[in-house]
């Protein structure tokens, strides 16, 4: 994850810096206003929608690229850079959903319109996702070249061994993807085309699609006569015989068409300024009782696996018909170090939400750990108010963070606490946000007593906190015992999450479920290999491959809460119009991802590559590389002394140049920050000393005492070291001398700086010239401004000696008091 608060900082210094942008005589132009106190509180400058910015490093390229305002220099760096946000012409959103699943394309155009025609700089895309969401790819397309993305195989050395590894890629959030495009001319038009996909919520029978889509006032182009168009498309798939119902709710859209499965919305417009919320969108699936089919297609010619496809789904039916199963529950709650402030703070707040939603006939207990385990009771108790009462005070005087993290012991006595009766469901909530060496151990305990023989074993429902735990290990627990794994990369969304997987878990209509007549399949692969609990709160999508010829009615069965075993025969349907491979590709890799981790099979690996780099889904063995593309002239080589036309000397080109980016996978929990206790979401900054002490010799402008070094370059030197490096230097410089814009010369000891070049000068004195002579005023300890110093140490030393060789006129007037 990147710096958020150097983002947040960087966007406020490029909306300071766009001030110096000249928009001409009309009066209604303003530049952007940085943000208020208030307006902080209620918003922030993260992004909200996709948006683009100008990376700037050198103030003083910051101009308008039409009409050059011929402001004031500015002198300094911009460290870290500036982000001023770009102005966007043209925007259009196209989403194709597919069940629980939506493809988003954004096609925007933005300007380059705060940087002189006659520069360079780079340029940074902010992506916004929805839930769950993963970059599939990003295309620029700029007058002289392109950019795109791809995906290439992690430690393949025919993709990697020319590519230059740099970081211009990375989640500033994690539903947040940033990626910087280089050198691209001040004034130019950018196309950018970014895609990406995002999970839809399911609540009382209905689908939600959310895409941030909320532009901020100042993308909006300057000028009352600029036209910007606004369009929205937003496409239903279903298979045929259902029937959709689709509601609108963020922007105004009109139905285009109505077929048997499919729905189609349209919006477009031009628009005084762009959307400032969020597009919203609801639809419902007509579902009689339990309603589900399944889908069948062929592979296509290039897809590395030629096995055939299905998609099985299966929605809960009407609300007379959900009984829920009474439960077993016990909470298995990480409290270690690590889990200070926020994290344990939410996770209280929601799980005394899920301790208030439990019935009366439910049994439950709490188990908190860190190094060692701390019990609400010694056995399950019934869900009464008082004990939930008691269990909420309890809750408020134990959680108190603070150790380390052992997740074997307390699940060992969670699975003892269980009783074998078979009339109610067991559950087993894991909340942690730290990886344990013992995983693979915790993995086969937990499989040999889910295999023991039991009507009903153990699900576990866990939740992954963070980015220091191993999620595959989480999701590895729930796939074996048919339960569900969340988490909550960031701790703002927390508590809501982790209520969302408690309610899930508490509204469990049909357990164990398995289908009956798919034994005479060839090679047949089923992910998840454990089907899921069927829940009131979202519908059960299997998916998988197979060879031979694929039943016209799969047979399912389940038990229901009154513990009778109920049937479901669904019915198959063939369908082009439903990209399968597509749309199940990302939960097929994380579980294959999750399999892979637990077997260590290098062979599986290989295979997760393959299928990512096919479908551009991010996974753990691939990397994303920006692949440049441009187009050059030039002439062609000839032996021959001939005459030629000018368009015969010259050809075009294409030439490219792949660019490595930083590694997007969450990675297998990292066992260093569980055991410093991190808290989820710090940056673990590596102290790259040799990088520090090389970038401070080389940027300053020659040795650090007696050649010169720009007061600017100074200070940006002085701020890369450690502050006990940075008094160190101060002290060995010593006295140096100082010139100022209005031509006053001060000597003194330089002792400290900021970050804005202020300078605090000891035992300082201005030194008055006259002819040859000169005297010294003392003025003590002195505080310099940094925008009134021109010259320091050396050069204003042979600055002044240049003056004192110019100023024969000078010498003869020496009865002269110059001041």
């Known amino acids: ?120 700089v780079d340029c940074r895309i902010a992506v916004p996702m929805g839930e ?105 798939n279903c298979d045929p015989g259902t029937e959709v119902s689709c509601k609108p709710i963020s922007h105004p859209l009109k139905e285009l068409e109505d077929e048997d499965g499919t729905l189609g919305l349209f919006y477009e417009a031009n628009v005084l300024n762009w959307s400032s919320s969020d597009v919203v969108i609801t639809y419902k699936i007509s579902s009689p009782n339990y309603h589900g089919s399944v889908l069948l297609q062929s592979p296509q010619q290039h897809d590395t696996d030629q096995r055939k496809m299905f998609c099985c789904y299966l929605f809960p039916g009407a609300q007379e018909c959900r009984k829920v199963f009474r439960k077993e529950v016990i909470f298995v709650v990480d409290i270690s170090g690590s889990m200070k402030g926020k994290p344990i703070d939410n996770t209280k707040q929601a799980l005394s939400v899920a301790l208030s939603k439990l019935d009366s006939e439910d049994l439950f207990n709490i188990i908190a750990f860190n190094s060692e385990e701390y019990l609400f009771s010694s056995s399950l108790g019934v869900a009464t108010k008082e004990a939930i009462d008691n269990a909420i005070q309890w809750i408020d005087m134990n959680f108190i963070p603070g150790g380390g993290t052992n997740i074997l012991n307390p699940l060992k006595q969670a699975v003892g606490m269980l009783s074998n009766a078979g009339e109610s469901m067991p559950i087993i909530f894991l909340v942690t946000d730290g990886a344990v060496e013992d995983e693979r151990q915790i993995c086969e305990f937990m499989k040999s007593h889910l295999t023991q023989n039991r009507t009903m074993c153990p699900r576990l429902y866990t939740f992954g906190i963070g980015l220091f735990c191993n999620h595959y290990f989480l999701r590895t627990l729930a796939m074996m015992s048919h339960g569900h794994y969340d988490a909550a990369f960031d701790v703002e969304s927390l508590e809501v999450r982790l209520e969302r997987l408690f309610s899930r878990a508490s509204s469990i209509i049909l357990a164990n479920i398995a289908f009956d007549n798919l034994d005479g399949l060839e090679e047949l692969e089923v992910y998840p290999s454990q089907i899921p609990d069927l829940s009131s709160e979202g519908p059960i999508i299997v998916s998988g491959r197979y060879q031979g010829a694929f039943p016209e009615m799969l047979k399912a069965k389940g038990i229901l809460a009154n513990m009778s075993n109920f049937p479901v025969e669904l019915k198959g349907f063939k369908s082009k119009a439903i990209p399968l491979d597509k749309i199940r590709v990302k939960q097929q890799i994380e579980i294959l991802t999750a399999q892979a981790w637990f077997t260590e099979n290098k062979d599986l690996e290989q295979k997760i590559a393959k299928m990512s780099i096919q479908d551009a889904v991010v996974s753990e063995y691939t990397r994303m590389a920006l692949v440049e593309t441009k187009r050059v002239r030039v002439i062609k080589p000839t032996t021959k002394r001939k005459v ?176």
Not at 4 to 30: C, H, M, N, P, T
Not at 68 to 77: D, E, F, N
Request: charge should be neutral; charged fraction near 25%.
């Open 132 to 236: 769950q969401g993963s970059i599939l790819g990003v295309d620029v397309e700029l007058p002289r070249k392109s950019y795109s993305t791809k995906l290439v195989a992690e430690g393949d050395e025919r993709e990697t061994k020319n590519l230059a590894k740099i970081e211009d890629g990375c989640f500033l959030k994690p539903h947040i993807f940033t990626l910087k495009i280089p050198e691209i001319d001040g004034g130019t038009y950018i196309s950018v085309t970014i895609r990406w996909s995002q999970k839809l919520l399911y609540h009382d029978g209905q689908f939600t699609l959310s895409i941030p889509y909320s532009f901020p006032d100042y993308v909006t182009p300057s000028g009352k006569k600029m036209s910007k168009k606004e369009k929205i498309q937003f496409n239903v």
């Open 644 to 819: 030629y036309s000018d368009d015969e000397k010259i050809e075009e080109r294409i030439v490219q140049k792949t660019i490595l980016l930083h590694y997007l996978g969450f990675g297998f929990g990292n066992l260093t920050a569980t055991i410093g206790n991190i808290p989820p979401g710090a940056i673990e900054i590596e102290d790259e000393a040799a990088e520090i002490i090389a970038k401070a010799t080389s940027n300053c402008c020659g040795k650090l005492c007696g050649l010169c070094c720009c007061c600017s370059c100074c200070i940006r030197t002085c701020s890369k070291m450690n502050h006990q490096c940075a008094i160190a230097l101060t002290q060995f410089l010593g006295k140096i001398l100082i010139l100022l814009r209005d031509g006053r010369e001060f000597l003194g000891t330089f002792r400290s700086f900021d970050q804005h070049a202020n300078i605090v000068l000891e035992g300082t004195s201005e030194r008055v010239m006259v002819g040859n002579l000169y005297c010294d005023i003392p003025l003590g300890l002195y505080i310099v401004r940094g925008e009134n110093v021109m010259l320091i140490g050396e050069r204003a030393q042979k600055a002044d000696k240049d003056a004192a060789l110019k100023g024969g006129m000078r010498r003869r007037m020496e009865f002269l008091d110059f001041d």
């Open 1 to 120: 994850m990147a710096d958020q608060d150097e983002f947040v900082k960087a966007v406020e210094d490029g909306l300071r810096l766009s001030k110096r942008i000249y928009f001409g005589k009309d009066r209604a132009v303003v530049p952007p206003k940085p943000m208020t106190e208030m307006e902080k509180a209620a918003q922030s400058y993260f992004p909200t929608s996709p948006m683009m910015y100008a990376v700037i490093e050198n103030p003083a390229f910051v101009d308008n690229s039409d009409i050059p305002s011929y402001q004031p220099h500015v002198h300094g760096r911009c460290d870290p850079p500036a982000l001023i946000p770009l102005q966007m012409n043209g925007v259009s959103l196209l989403a194709d959903c597919y069940y629980d699943t939506a493809f988003i394309t954004v096609t925007g155009s933005w300007r380059l319109h705060c940087v002189m025609s006659s520069r360079s």
